[in-house]
């Protein structure tokens, strides 16, 4: 079935994109109530109740001593991993690497005319807890995503949990913690996990900021957790919108829009294109690429329901509509001209791949820049995971008596203005002193 | 009352400061329930229910009409306030920008040995939501420390909002505003104001992001809204350590301790010194200062519920326990040298100040350092406010079909280890058109 097709010339097309914009894919009715209680026992049962929720949802077999997984276990594990797939994890974590390292910020330190010193310095935080999602999805590479940036801030204890359903370990997500260095790796998942990550247990150790996405149950408790941690964004269902000219090979782009739709039913594929007849030719390629698709249920359900094909009257003006729509991935498949053009004007989106020659999925693995990146159009606020989240900065002043003299008359007065006493005081009983 | 007084050589120390640690000194045990229903019901009704509220909560004389200060209004008030407050707050704006202008990031675009060309480009957020707490405690610095660096950010569109109890405009806070750049100015506070930025209403246009401090219910609705909108730090009470050795003038540390004490009786300072008899005589100069200060009441209470003396053997050996307390505010009242050698050893702090002649209030004011900064030890994985807050980072991908041929067989691979057909689909289909 061909999804919503909206045209941006056509009279009822601000309450129609409006509408459409307004969907929430999100769904979190419930779970708030359960996350709070799930969080509120693992604080008062410590290790015993992550076990217990451990048997419950991942696998009847949890016990304390197999909570925690073995350097062994793990090696073992990663062994099992064919050497292609290993060179490419591996060839994947040194882009991860590269790209990261030319994001660290500089530290700032400079002295102004009023001989006050003042700094910028930027830190890694002590400990991350990295959240990764198991069960029927295990990815590899979002192990690396969140890792790979946190060696490079620095970061010196790195602690990943994942659930095992069944008790059974992922060879790829056990290699890729080994190759992006995890410093220690347990098996458990959900709420329970994000609950001992950030209030401890008898065994687990608490961190100081958790990252990493997760179905509805882990985003609400990073949400309940933030201030006692610090959290990441907080991951919705996956997008991907393509602007693509008359001239693209319209299975190409299919496969780009399909490529985030095969995520999950509630993940949402837009194309964006001037000419019709493309369209057209888009949406007979999509249905014959779901014809012989392995994720095909998935993926025809999320482009039945969540996909839109949006015409425009000419492709440079469609920044605006890019820009409301604050897509997670945005694909802009014309030449390389255009494209470069498009991609100056568009503000809002997660992560931007220009030219008929980038697919998206380029980013999901090897391109180097992160993949956690903001959904729901959060793209608006935030941008994707990066090494600035594994840092945190401090600001330094240093007064000489002198700057003190400067500055102090005026701090003094807001002091006053604001009826804070003991700031003023704290102030002038130094100007007093020197004078 | 002299406060808790702790000795880092005495043997049950580490317990000791482990319990001083875990006191929470939050307040948010039943204000989430009561923010949850309040930011529904503006949802719902909009306008109408957030001039209920602020006719319940802030002045009965609320009504659609008045809601929005005019800029008539709001130069009226601000001609109010005496030229020496006028030109202080000016000085402070000028040193919080050059500042904050230090502080921007810079864009990343380069073409790496594959002819993939990857970028990181930061834009400032579209519109942004300021909370300014009004009623007894009116902070203009607040104005200045949140919409400066947003104005050197770029946002485009900055909302103020501040109750303003009984209809009463404050004359410093109107100026702060006109100096900063506010472009709207609204006399809504609490958890209505919150949900009116993140959601919108009929009068007020929604934004992208909220910042700025408030009250618990403030602090409650911010994490509410949080995804809908972006939020900066959950602030809460004011804390100040001064690590000081024993050739201070007592009564300048007393006053540099009562300076946050003065804020909120759950305020919290904390001095950390190796001389026995020089903390007598600040807890006796403490005494002192608060038979005169005006403040006294609320800075008495916070002294003596939540204040600290900490002896340690020496203060270059303090660093670790600095570090465990990770304050908003970190005083090393010491000679230059060892004041600076002591900054360099500590990792979690929200903002230090070298040397006897740095009071921390200059950073409440005018340093040109934000004042907005982590509390309840956050310093472990956030900083303070900055000109970051206001930008969001889009990352850029260009792949030649050279650079692709170079990067898409590990996609591949990596796209077919994760069960991700489409993804791999989107490469090989690439790859085969060029072979």
């Known amino acids: 079935m061909p999804p919503k097709r909206l045209d941006a010339a056509a009279p009822g097309f601000e309450k129609d994109f409006s509408d459409f ?11 708030d109530r359960v996350v709070a209680d799930i969080i509120a026992d693992v604080r008062a049962r410590g290790d015993q109740a992550v076990v217990d929720y451990t048997r419950k949802f991942d696998w009847p077999g949890a016990e304390l001593a197999n909570l925690r997984i073995s350097d062994a276990e793990r090696r073992s594990a990663a062994a099992k991993v064919p050497a292609a797939q290993r060179e ?16 660290l ?11 006050t010193r003042l700094g910028a310095r930027y830190r890694p935080i ?19 995503m969140n890792i790979v940036p946190a060696k490079v801030a620095g970061v010196a204890r790195i602690v990943m949990v994942v659930p095992t359903p069944g008790g059974v370990l992922n060879p790829l997500v056990m290699l890729a913690a080994e190759i992006a260095g995890a410093d220690e790796v347990w098996r458990i998942g959900g709420a329970q996990a994000v609950a001992a990550l ?3 247990t008898q065994s687990v150790a608490p961190v100081d900021k958790i990252t990493g996405p997760g179905n509805a149950y882990v985003a609400a408790a990073k949400r309940r957790v933030f201030g006692q ?12 919108l393509v602007v693509a000219d008359g001239q693209n090979d319209p299975a190409w782009i299919a496969a780009d829009l399909l490529s985030q739709a095969e995520h999950d039913a509630s993940s949402q594929s837009i194309l964006i294109t001037d000419d019709a007849a493309f369209a057209d030719r888009v949406a007979a390629a999509v249905e014959t690429e779901l014809s012989v698709m392995a994720r095909a249920d998935i993926a025809r359900a999320s482009w039945r329901d969540n996909g839109c094909i949006i015409l425009v009257p000419d492709l440079p003006a469609s920044a605006p509509i890019v820009d409301r729509i604050a897509a997670e991935h945005v694909e802009l498949a014309m030449e390389a001209g255009p494209a470069e053009a498009l991609a100056q004007r568009i503000r809002h989106a997660g992560a931007i791949f220009i030219g008929r020659h980038t697919p998206e999925a380029i980013g999901d693995y090897v391109a180097g820049t992160n993949h956690v990146l903001p959904t729901s159009r959060a793209a608006r606020f935030s941008g994707g995971l990066s090494v600035a989240d594994f840092l945190k900065r401090t600001s330094l002043v240093t007064c000489t008596p002198e700057a003190l003299a400067e500055l102090g008359p005026a701090a003094l007065a807001l002091a006053e203005a604001e009826g804070l006493g003991a700031h003023g005081r704290s102030v002038s009983i ?4 020197r004078g």
């Open 430 to 433: 130094r100007l007093n002193r």
């Open 105 to 115: 910020p500089q530290d700032v330190d400079f002295t102004d005319a009023t001989g």
């Open 229 to 240: 941690v610090g959290i990441d964004l907080i991951a919705g269902p996956s997008e991907i």
């Open 198 to 200: 950030a209030y401890g």
């Open 88 to 103: 490419a994890l591996a060839f994947a974590a040194q882009r991860i690497e590269a790209f990261h390292r030319a994001l």
């Open 126 to 144: 002590d400990s991350v807890g990295v959240y990764v999602p198991g069960g029927t999805a295990a990815y590899p590479s979002s192990v690396l």
């Open 21 to 31: 914009l307004g969907r929430n894919r999100d769904s979190d009715e419930n779970v």
